[in-house]
Structures are given as C-alpha cells and as structure tokens.
C-alpha cells in the first residue's frame, strides 16, 4: 500500500482544514488507517484512527472536540478534519496503514506510512 497525504498549509487560528490520504498500489482487502502528526525533535503523535468499515473511530484526548476522521473506501481515502486548529497543532501531519483490527495509538503499530504534508497554523 502506499499512502498520499496531502492538503497541509498555512491556516489561520480557529478556521478549518481538511486533510487526504489515498490510497494506491495493492490495497488489501481491509486495512485500519490513523493520523499522526510530528514536530522536530518531539516523538510521533497519535491523534486519530478508525476501522477499516468506518463504523469506529478513536482519538488521542487533545483533538478529540476539534478533529474528525473519516474515510471512503469507494475512493480509497481516508480524511482529517481539523476544526478549530490552534498553533500548537503546526506540525507535519501523516497517516498510515495497518491490515491489523483494534486500537493502534503506536506509530509501531502501522506498517504503512504516507510521507507527510506540513500544517501551520498562525495565530
């Protein structure tokens, strides 16, 4: 699988972004995706997951009341929408892919990985 993430930018305090990560090469028949996101020096961070029916999603409790993922298996892509972003949210945001059912809030838990698209949210 290889993952395409993509719609970072410059946001400004409070408005909203929508992330994308498709999906190409030999997707498997069902796999669980999640979003992370990274600032230098500072260790990968879960922010968001959910199950390969979309029926459940989970999230690390500083985006839970901003963030919301989502997916259409028809187009191979699987979303992030950040609402209310904060400053503190500038980072380089990725998702990634795991054939595996059940939570993953690891980064070792996924065995797939986009390359990343830069959030910066000025205030």
């Known amino acids: 699988v290889q993952l395409q993430a993509s719609g970072g930018g410059l946001v400004l305090a409070g408005a909203s972004l929508r992330l994308s990560c498709a999906a190409s090469g030999r997707t498997p028949s069902r796999y669980a995706v999640a979003w992370f996101r990274q600032v230098p020096g500072k260790e990968r961070e879960f922010l968001a997951g959910i199950s390969w029916s979309g029926f459940k999603t989970y999230y690390s409790d500083s985006v839970k009341d901003r963030y919301t993922i989502s997916r259409d298996n028809a187009k191979n892509s699987t979303y992030l929408q950040m609402n209310s972003p904060k400053p503190e949210d500038t980072a380089v945001y990725y998702c990634?892919?795991?054939?595996?059912?059940?939570?993953?809030?690891?980064?070792?838990?996924?065995?797939?990985w986009g390359q990343g698209t830069q959030v910066t949210v000025s205030s």
């Open positions: 990634a892919a795991r054939y595996l059912v059940g939570d993953g809030r690891a980064s070792v838990d996924y065995d797939f």
